[in-house]
């Protein structure tokens, strides 16, 4: 069968990835660049007799080497050598859109056009000559609608065609775009005289409608991007989302919980008994590795509904509004909205969002979004939240876990505050950023995002934590003299030790101490590392009897309070190494997190004394 390598590529917010998972069916690879931290994904999908090998690049707005997406955009087209690049560009937005084109077409790879977003082209009786447009472009042009899989099939049949005139020169014979490779216009002349000649070809392939930005997004920018009523707007919104979060979330905790400690657990541990396994392999499948995983498996509803709640506000293009209206805000604290970005992503997890900072141009900005981002709660915190916030705050547990997200942002700010009248001097950096027309999401696309990272998740709960909970298990029962309980236990002893830290915060047993230094592995392990220590295998529901006698609502939250703030996870850590280039500057976000969560835990732990 014939192989056919094609590369993806287009603007942010041209349909570029939903493209991709309406070829692939969201059955792709996603990774890394080697050497670098940027996202790349990788599908097959098989076309009548030609195996078509997919790969979406970065979105990028040009191939200048302003940011590391646009230098392995390039580098992948000139080195790697695609047999045909797709171009995705939003048939709405052709003005900024054709300006990455242009600079595509110097790379001589053959190439076609796929002009997205037909339906809203109908929908705003726009008409674009394709034809024409093909014509003095030099290349075909195909109009699809990624989302309602509209000319798809032309689009691989004209790709296929089109991989067969490698190499490709669509410079020669146009003076206009000429002069523009020809080194002899500075960069602001080579930007002027692109985009004339870019609308000039709009001009003359517009039939009829108009390119102005849309009307209807504009209306609800008015009122949405209102100094006043914008954030508490976002607010509102975000509560929202916790609350159908918990309330969704709950209906299936209980079944799963069940499913696990009445069900799995006695069952398994029936059958090992009846072949005779020894006793303490049982006690290991059953309360090591059953209890420890499926503690942590019970929340897979509510990340789920976490993350699809998020994916709704990224994909309608309501994410990007709020760095729009969080720029006022952050200047306030030396930064702009650029560098909560990243913030928003960090509550899904914290090691894309601080691979998201390459985009801020300003070296001494990035690196501070970069130590400030992991006091953004993440998703693997949240089932911490669930747990703790069901038991001890019944009936308030969107309010509790709302207020623990808050109060991540604030820490995040005020440490800005001080890092940038310290460390970090330097005038305020500008924000710029381009608005997306408001969109309703596509579900396929949807479910794709919530599939990835509850994968995500569970790849985490059946290799990590796996592992983790069977290292934890031996830890909790043996020492160096054999299996013992587990008060003289190897896990005991390293529990002890960490009491007279932890003491202050009114942590005073090992048990706690030991699941926040396991929580460091991943923050899920916190739970299963509970369950486990406290022997509680019968449910989340026996929880408020375990947790009872080292906790209460005050300690509870403080307890919480401290998961949101301290040392992140090793994934994190070894992310901020990678972007840092840094063991001095990582090995100093691992101590100030440290040093700041406790601080913070301690001042809400005396004044919750003073206040009780």
Not at 52 to 73: M, Q, T
Not at 201 to 226: F, R, T
Not at 255 to 281: M, N, Q, R, Y
Request: aromatic residues 12%; contains cysteine.
């Amino acid at each position: 069968m014939k192989q056919l390598n094609i590369a993806i590529v287009g603007n942010p917010n041209s349909g570029k990835t939903t493209l991709f998972n309406t070829l692939t069916g969201g059955n792709h690879y996603v990774g890394n660049w080697p050497g670098v931290t940027v996202e790349k994904k990788e599908g097959k999908k098989k076309y009548k007799e030609t195996q078509l090998n997919l790969v979406d690049l970065p979105g990028i707005y040009s191939l200048e080497p302003f940011s590391i997406e646009e230098v392995v955009a390039r580098e992948y087209i000139v080195d790697e050598r695609p047999d045909v690049v797709i171009n995705v560009v939003d048939g709405t937005l052709l003005e900024r859109n054709l300006y990455l084109t242009t600079q595509l077409m110097a790379l001589k790879a053959p190439m076609v056009l796929a002009v997205n977003m037909a339906d809203e082209l109908e929908r705003k009786n726009i008409k674009l000559n394709t034809e024409k447009l093909s014509k003095q472009l030099g290349f075909p042009v195909v109009l699809i609608s990624a989302q309602n899989k509209q000319n798809i099939d032309l689009l691989l049949d004209t790709a296929i065609e089109a991989s067969k005139a490698s190499p490709a020169d669509y410079i020669t014979g146009k003076p206009e775009l000429e002069i523009l490779e020809s080194q002899e216009l500075t960069g602001e002349e080579v930007s002027k005289r692109r985009y004339d000649y870019i609308d000039g070809i709009i001009k003359s392939v517009l039939e009829s409608g108009s390119m102005d930005y849309d009307q209807k997004s504009a209306k609800i920018d008015h009122w949405l991007l209102n100094e006043y009523i914008g954030f508490p707007v976002f607010l509102a919104i975000m509560g929202f989302v916790f609350y159908m979060t918990f309330n969704i979330g709950g209906i299936f905790l209980d079944s799963i919980d069940l499913f696990f400690s009445d069900v799995l657990g006695p069952k398994t541990e029936l059958f090992l008994s009846s072949i005779e396994v020894a006793p303490w392999l049982i006690r290991l499948v059953v309360d090591g590795i059953i209890g420890g995983v499926g503690g942590v498996l019970t929340f897979v509803p509510n990340i789920a509904i976490l993350f699809f709640f998020i994916s709704i506000l990224e994909d309608s293009g309501y994410m990007a509004r709020v760095a729009y209206i969080m720029d006022k805000w952050m200047s306030k604290f030396g930064l702009n909205g650029k560098t909560f970005v990243p913030m928003i992503l960090g509550f899904g997890c914290n090691v894309p969002a601080i691979m998201a900072t390459r985009t801020i141009e300003n070296e001494k900005d990035r690196l501070l979004s970069i130590l400030i981002n992991p006091f953004v709660s993440c998703g693997a915190r949240f089932p911490v939240y669930v747990l703790f916030a069901s038991v001890f705050f019944k009936g308030y547990e969107t309010l509790v876990t709302f207020s623990l997200y808050i109060l991540g942002i604030v820490v995040a700010l005020l440490v800005a505050v001080i890092f940038r009248k310290s460390i970090f001097r330097e005038n305020e950096s500008h924000f710029i950023m381009e608005l997306p027309v408001y969109r309703l999401p596509n579900f396929k696309t949807l479910l794709i995002h919530v599939w990835e990272r509850v994968k995500g998740y569970l790849v985490k709960a059946g290799t990590i934590i796996f592992s983790a909970s069977v290292l934890l298990w031996v830890i909790l029962n043996f020492n160096s003299t054999g299996m013992v309980d587990i008060g003289q236990s190897f896990g005991a002893s390293i529990g002890k030790f960490m009491v007279p830290i932890m003491k202050p915060l009114g942590f005073g047993s090992w048990e706690i101490s030991l699941s926040l230094l396991t929580g460091m592995i991943a923050k899920e392990m916190i739970i299963s590392n509970l369950a486990i220590v406290l022997g509680v295998t019968e449910g989340t529901g026996s929880f408020l009897t375990a947790l009872s006698g080292s906790f209460e609502p005050l300690t509870a939250y403080v307890f919480m309070v401290f998961v949101l703030l301290y040392t992140p996870c090793v994934a994190v850590v070894g992310v901020i190494k990678r972007e840092t280039n840094s063991w001095k500057w990582t090995i100093f976000s691992v101590v100030y997190q440290f040093v700041v969560a406790w601080t913070v835990a301690f001042i809400f732990y005396r004044i919750g004394l003073l206040i009780v």
